[in-house]
């Protein structure tokens, strides 16, 4: 089942589209057997745009293939919780210009480790209908045991993962169509000093790109 963003809706109606569309998220795995590729994503913000980017990078030697990027007009506020109606648009917009087959998505951002279990991870894989997760930077939702982290009723909702040769941690939970086990595993994969490759890939991307666009428009520095 795919699923749309709507581009105008309230923060009200926004959290009751969450508490609806969450029991949707499948925590049953579909990752090929021989993954090959993987999508990261990325966005920031400039100017009342949104700037996302998305990279298709191989599996095996986390080398890219291919990049695009995609821009849309952020129609929705900053609200803790609601990132996926400020970032979804030109985050989706972005991987799907890649045109890419059979992969794995990796977000920048949590998905059931969400205070509604539906974070912006799990928008990105009910809309692309494709396994998808979420790695982010700090922890948004639930207490942590050990590396784990729970829910209210005790359940885990995220893995804590320390980065190679570093103090910092990322916190990675299910976002559609995989485990958190094979989430893990993808995860680890794909990790480096600053995180995964293939969110650091966009990361990058969405940055020289954001300051190319403010240098050619001192108007908006």
Not at 51 to 70: G, I, S, W
Not at 135 to 148: C, D, E, I
Not at 161 to 181: A, D, E, N, T, W
């Amino acid at each position: 089942m795919r699923i749309r963003i709507p581009t105008r809706i309230s923060p009200q109606d926004a959290v009751a589209l969450q508490e609806k569309l969450a029991p949707l998220v499948s925590e049953v795995s579909e990752v090929p057997l021989n993954l090959t590729r993987i999508v990261g994503c990325d966005a920031t913000y400039f100017d009342g745009r949104t700037l996302a980017a998305a990279a298709l990078v191989n599996y095996n030697d986390l080398q890219p293939k291919t990049f695009r990027m995609a821009t849309e007009r952020t129609r929705f506020p900053y609200v803790p919780g609601l990132l996926a109606f400020r970032e979804a648009p030109a985050v989706l917009r972005a991987i799907r210009a890649l045109r890419a087959e059979s992969y794995v998505c990796l977000v920048d951002a949590h998905g059931l480790a969400h205070p509604r279990r539906f974070g912006l991870a799990c928008f990105v894989g009910l809309a692309l209908d494709r396994p998808t997760i979420g790695v982010a930077k700090s922890l948004l939702y639930g207490s942590t045991s050990g590396s784990r982290v729970l829910d209210e009723r005790g359940s885990q909702v995220a893995e804590i993962i320390p980065l190679p040769k570093s103090r910092k941690v990322i916190y990675v939970s299910v976002g559609h169509k995989v485990s958190l086990k094979d989430a893990v595993k993808i995860a680890k994969h794909c990790l480096t000093t600053r995180g995964p490759v293939p969110i650091n890939l966009e990361h990058d991307q969405v940055t020289k790109r954001k300051w190319e666009i403010k240098k050619s428009n001192p108007a908006s520095l």
